[in-house]
C-alpha cells in the first residue's frame, strides 16, 4: 500500500528503523504552529520529553528480545499476550505511549489548514445524529476520563465509528480493549499535555482542540 504525507509519518514513527530500535519521527509542524490553542513549550516538553521517554523505555523493554524489534509498535501491541511475560507491561505502557503520541502528533494541524468536508460532516452525522452531537459525546469521553489517559474516535471491523476512552497510555488495539478498532481521532488528557496552558481546566484545553484537528487526516483514516 502506498504511504504518503503523514501516513507516511506515522508509519515511520511506529516501524523499527534500520539498526534495530524504534525511533521518533520529526513533528510534522513547528512547536508553535498550534499556538494560541496549544503553547510551544507544552509541544516542546510533550515531544522531547515524555513522548521521547516512552520511545526509549520501549526500546529498553526489548534488548533482551533484539528479533522483536522486527515488528511494528502496532504488531507489539495487538499481539501483548504473546510477548514475553517479563515485557508485557513495558510494552503495554512504552510501547503505548509511544504508539498514541505517534499518531497524536499526525492528527493536528495548524488552525485553518484542514476542514471538515461535506463527506466528513456526512459520515460523522449517519454515525452520531450530528456533527454537534459527535464533538459533545468525543468531549464527554475526554472529560469523564478519571486521572489520566485517551479519548478516542474508532473505526469499528463493521465499519461502525465508536467513541471510547482508556486509561494511561492503553489503546483500542490492545488484545483486552472493552471495544477494539481502528483509531482515527485521539485526544490526549493526560495533565501534562495542557497544565501549563489550561492548569486544571480540562474542559478549556478539550474544547480548544477542535481548533487544531487534523480533518484531512481524519478522513483519510475513516476511509482506509
Request: hydrophobic share 40%.
Amino acid at each position: 500500500m502506498k504511504r504518503t504525507g503523514l501516513s507516511l509519518i506515522l508509519f515511520l514513527a511506529c516501524s523499527a528503523v534500520a539498526f534495530g530500535q524504534f525511533s521518533q519521527a520529526p513533528l510534522p509542524y513547528k512547536y508553535s504552529a498550534l499556538e494560541p490553542y496549544i503553547d510551544s513549550t507544552t509541544m516542546y516538553i510533550h515531544y522531547n520529553g515524555h513522548h521521547a521517554a516512552y520511545c526509549t523505555n520501549l526500546n529498553k523493554a526489548l534488548e533482551k528480545y533484539p528479533e522483536l524489534y522486527k515488528k511494528s509498535v502496532v504488531e507489539l501491541i495487538q499481539g501483548l499476550n504473546e510477548l514475553p511475560a517479563d515485557i508485557q507491561t513495558a510494552v503495554r505502557n512504552q510501547g503505548g505511549g509511544f504508539y498514541n503520541h505517534s499518531l497524536f502528533w499526525t492528527l493536528m494541524a495548524p488552525t485553518g489548514t484542514t476542514n471538515m468536508t461535506p463527506k466528513l460532516e456526512k459520515i460523522l452525522s449517519e454515525n452520531f445524529g450530528s456533527v454537534d452531537a459527535f464533538k459533545i459525546e468525543f468531549e464527554k469521553a475526554a472529560a469523564s476520563r478519571f486521572g489520566s489517559g485517551w479519548a478516542w474516535l474508532i473505526k469499528e471491523p463493521s465499519g461502525k465509528l465508536r467513541i471510547m476512552s482508556t486509561a494511561n497510555q492503553d489503546s483500542p488495539l490492545l488484545p483486552m480493549a472493552e471495544v477494539k478498532g481502528k483509531p482515527v481521532l485521539t485526544l490526549d488528557v493526560w495533565e501534562h499535555a495542557y497544565y501549563l496552558k489550561y492548569q486544571s481546566k480540562r474542559a478549556a484545553y478539550i474544547k480548544a482542540f477542535w481548533n487544531v484537528v487534523n480533518w484531512t487526516e481524519v478522513e483519510k483514516l475513516i476511509a482506509s
